[in-house]
């Protein structure tokens, strides 16, 4: 029963989450278990029956339960592999991590998609199942529902003014836009029955935008606005102005002086607000109060409402929090007045990488996204802007701890969107820029450490939160020597305040416009790009990224065009790298853009078959600039594979080129001559080839290039046999993929552990092993004690590796030995070998400082 009245608990706290404040609902709410257990019950049905037709994806793609990232990502599979294959990526990795309501929303959309019967079958087995507990279930319903709605139906933001309440009715949970924040201010002009106007300017104060898409603070603003007209432009700011109200007007009631309120009331609230919040608690009992002294006078500062529990359970007085912000911010204040060596010692047992581990055969779900520490760590920020030592020390940690200093993480080589990890955007390593964001100006000690500390590049991500970006603007005052590289992921973002962003980070001399990636959604958002960013011109971005993918060819536009010039897109005279992802051929008058441009790299990422005029093209740029190129992409979809070896001959006339990324099929016997001296020419970097199962007769040729490869630092594999190409121990790599298809068995094993034993300054290692082939046990821990050696890895990447309960040990002490490793991840383990026992021994592991981890298995 109890288990019912959580469940229902979190079911009517999600009907209701649209009537509530932002903050008042963060939790991240999950799938219930009983749809999990649903889905998993019924795989071998779903993959057998369910039809991913276009109506269905439509369906899925409008109720928000796929982003067209999921959307790629199923055809790509689907395409490349099968339905059934497509349907289990949507079962175990896609749907069970969308919101609650995704589950019932599928059931719509397939019965909507002439698929109603598999939703049938999906209810009958939830009724079914659940029939035991229908009648505790529908008891309980009316009693929470009206619980709820008696609860939720408004807030009392202003914890000192209790008589001040916003009815909820209309109100949204997410960021408001320009138009409900107007709605919001009018509403609370009124209230208080005053005019709106003094309000409604606010609204236009860009130094507070990103205060005013959150309802709370929108509320708090207002009323700080009545008393007093200084605007607070920071979060810290804001908060400590409610504060400062709060102890007055309880100095006022409880005739204190507010010195006296400080000592005796808010520094025991301080604390009680610490403690609740190690536990992850906003409401707690009258029991918890016993130590505190003066507990009904501390209970009447402001922060704290009386409530008792629900009927049918127990009456019992508990004490609510008026906001979990309030807790952060309280809490805040209790860590700001500890010495400096206990804040520091809480500061070092704070997690500062994202673990996730969901192991389905286990039940097991858990993770942590770093910004759960944030609010905590913005608000000391804000708080000790004075104490330039304290907060000088407190940022060399969070330098140390999220690798500001080190390079960007990098995507998986395999990803069909962009390559910058969009897993990884705007997390830990963005930390830094968020608390700076609090900061009304960055000391000269800080900047002394941060311009030290100074990281070899910055992407920026089109999801980056507005005191990220506040963040980086505060750096770009800073002066740093020589400018930070900067790469900008604008993606589907064409929002006002974003491209103001950019266009503030193009004119910063400490800033570096190095590459921009943007997603068109047509021909004339991709020419406003191109103008309206000066792409290729020497004062802007002189990289670009162009995701092609929602670009369709349309002849009439093409025939506006060539009637109007000066709408032709056109890069400027320093254009460096032109990237082209999803290319296909009617944007070919994007390589004709680019023929006389002084290109150092060109790539052509998940080409569509090319026609004619597109070969040609593509010959005549490798020519055109085959004294200034040094990288050169070009790779198809997988699910169209084609053959880039005509273009090896010019290639070979690069006298710089140095990295080299290409799909190749069916390679003639002069084709394979002239790759093999391309490789013993010695001048590559970097070298990438996706082959097929008939290419194979390519191994010979790279296992003897190998020999003469002493320039080679990263290779990237697919579609080879390991066991032929045992002269990889005489590379000295620091980077090297073994991708899907390959073939690794025990013997493969054997050469690549030794190769590795070769390589000492290897960096990032991904190895992807054959769905196929059986590998001893004996072999895999060969395997891992071959990578333990490594003592320079930063990233380790698996993928189907069977890690049974009896190599745990062996995964342990690897990891344990690898000190610098800053990213583990293994997807797609292979059957259920893991047991619960054995992950006890893997967790502390996978969990440990520093370490972002994502762990994933059926």
Known sequence: MGRAVLQLSRELRETSSQEVFEQEERVEFKMEDRHKECLKSNRDFLCSNISLSTGLLAK??????????????????????????????????????????????????????AQKHIADHLEKWLGDVCS??????????????????????????????????????????????????????????????????????????????????????????????EEDTQLRITR???????????????????????????????????????EAHQKNETVVGKNDFKK?????????????????????????????????????FLTAKHIAEMDREERLNWMQHLRYANCYIWIGGLAIDDDFKVEQNEPILAFLFGLLEEESAELTEMASLVIKETHFSSEPLPMPLDSSSFPISLDSSCDASHQLLRLLAELNVVPPELADVICKGRPPLINIYDDCSASCMKGMLKLCNLRFQPPIPMNVHLGYSRDEEMMSFVQKLIKCKSIE???????????????????????????????????CYRIKGNRLFAALLRKIKRRRVSFGDHLSELELIWFKPSLSFLLKAALHKPLTSLQLIHCYKLDDRCISLIHQLLRNQRQSLQRVQLTSLSWQQQHFGRFLADFAQMENLQ???????????????????????????????????YSRSLDSVLNEGFNSMSSL???????????HLPNLRHLDLINFCLLRYSTLNDDGIAVLSDALRSWRNLQQLRIDFDRFSSVAECSLRKLFEAIAGCHRLQILHFNRLKMADSVVPSVCEMIESLKELREFTSEDQRDKSLTEEGFKQLEPILKRNGLNTDVRSE
């Open 513 to 547: 416009c190095s590459k921009i990636w943007i997603m068109p959604f047509d021909h004339t958002e991709l020419w406003n790009d191109v103008r309206g960013l000066q792409i290729g011109q020497a004062n802007s971005f002189q990289q670009v990224g162009i995701n």
């Open 236 to 274: 810290t700011a804001l908060y400590t102005s409610i504060h400062r109200i709060i102890k007055e007007k309880a100095a006022k009631r409880l005739d204190l002086s507010p010195e006296k309120v400080e000592e005796s009331l808010l520094r025991p609230l301080y604390r009680f607000a610490f």
């Open 60 to 113: 899925l793609s409008e109720s928000g339960v796929i982003t067209d990232e999921h959307l790629q990502k199923l055809q790509n599979i689907e395409r490349n592999d099968t339905t059934k294959a497509a349907v289990l990526e949507f079962l175990t990795e896609v749907l069970p991590r969308r919101a609650p309501e995704a589950f019932n929303l599928f059931l719509e959309a397939l019965s909507k998609s």
């Open 292 to 328: 505190v002294k003066n507990f009904q006078q501390v209970c009447e500062v402001g922060y704290l409402t009386r409530e008792l529990s629900m009927s049918h359970l127990q009456p019992e007085v508990r004490f609510q929090f008026t906001h979990k912000t309030f807790v952060e």
């Open 713 to 723: 630092r990263e290779l990237h594999l697919r579609f080879v046999n390991i066991i």
């Open 659 to 693: 990295s080299l990324e290409i799909t190749l099929i069916d390679s003639t016997d002069e084709e394979k001559r002239i790759l093999e001296a391309i490789l013993k020419r010695n001048k590559l970097s970097e070298l990438t080839i996706y082959s097929s199962k």
């Open 132 to 225: 035991e507990d229908a009648g505790t279930f529908e008891r309980l319903r009316a009693e929470l529902q009206s619980h709820y709605k008696r609860r939720l139906a408004s807030i009392r933001p202003m914890p000192w003014q209790q008589d001040i309440y916003l009815n909820l009715t209309d109100f949204k949970v997410e960021g408001y836009d320009k138009e409900e924040q107007l709605k919001h201010v009018e509403r609370y002009a009124a209230h208080q029955n005053i005019a709106s106007a003094p309000f409604e300017s606010m609204l236009n104060e860009r130094s507070i935008r990103d205060l005013c898409s959150n309802p709370l603070n929108l509320t708090l603003l207002c009323l700080l606005r």
